[in-house]
T-cell receptor
Framework: GNSVTQMEGPVTLSEEAFLTINCTYT??????LFWYVQYPGEGLQLLLK?????DKGSNKGFEATYRKETTSFHLEKGSVQVSDSAVYFC??????????????FGKGTSLLVTP | GAVVSQHPSWVICKSGTSVKIECRSL??????MFWYRQFPKQSLMLMAT?????????EQGVEKDKFLINHASLTLSTLTVTSAHPEDSSFYIC????????????????FGPGTRLLVL
């Protein structure tokens, strides 16, 4: 079945540092790929997504490119801020059913950005 | 953007009691909602798929008699943890599926803020 593996945290960076959180996947078919963010005390929010190979999702300065050749969807940001401190989850769509698709999540990577 | 709410946000109950958690899509209709469970420092695990007007589909290993799901309307799904025990303590999260047309049919899941359950 479809699954995703992301780098374990916690990741601690200084403000304005470059961020990369690695995510690789295994899948049959052509899943969609997602990054979700969970701020302290809040629910998951969709950060960005890509629905086919070579698509680049971007939002709030974050980017990730759907790489079929390396089965990866790494999250990057050029200059992190303290407000980016959160837990980031990589996810992909499970096999579709008549109800659409649920999501398989990675274990999450905790990011702490210090001033 | 689309909003999904959950109620209650946290609950403490005694072992053996039942707890009902509500998931509502506030500004859109959702024929499908999903229920996930998240253990501390772990990922979200899908428990079941809830379809309006029909029985829920449970993932392997999830007891359907223990986790009762009712999707009575297009904006409400409920999860009832029956005869709760301490091992059921967890963070329960729902998501609602929104279908939209942007040149192609696109579906997006919107997540509720979660319900933290503690069974004593």
């Amino acid at each position: 079945g479809n699954s995703v593996t992301q780098m374990e945290g916690p990741v601690t960076l200084s403000e304005e540092a470059f961020l990369t959180i690695n995510c690789t996947y295994t899948a049959t078919g052509y899943p969609s790929l997602f990054w979700y963010v969970q701020y302290p005390g809040e629910g998951l929010q969709l950060l960005l997504k890509a629905t086919k190979a070579d698509d680049k999702g971007s939002n709030k300065g974050f980017e990730a490119t759907y790489r079929k050749e390396t089965t990866s969807f790494h999250l990057e940001k050029g200059s992190v801020q303290v407000s980016d401190s959160a837990v980031y989850f990589c996810a992909l769509s499970k096999e579709p059913t008549n109800s659409g698709y649920a999501l398989n999540f990675g274990k999450g990577t905790s990011l702490l950005v210090t001033p | 953007g689309a909003v999904v709410s959950q109620h209650p946000s946290w609950v403490i109950c005694k072992s053996g009691t039942s707890v009902k958690i509500e998931c509502r899509s506030l500004d859109f209709q959702a024929t499908t909602m999903f229920w996930y469970r998240q253990f501390p420092k772990q990922s979200l695990m899908l428990m079941a798929t809830s379809n309006e007007g029909s029985k829920a589909t449970y993932e392997q290993g999830v007891e359907k008699d223990k986790f009762l799901i009712n999707h009575a309307s297009l904006t409400l799904s409920t999860l009832t943890v029956t005869s709760a025990h301490p091992e059921d303590s967890s963070f329960y999260i729902c998501s609602a599926r929104l279908l939209g047309w942007v040149g192609v049919l696109q579906e997006t899941q919107y997540f509720g803020p979660g319900t933290r359950l503690l069974v004593l």
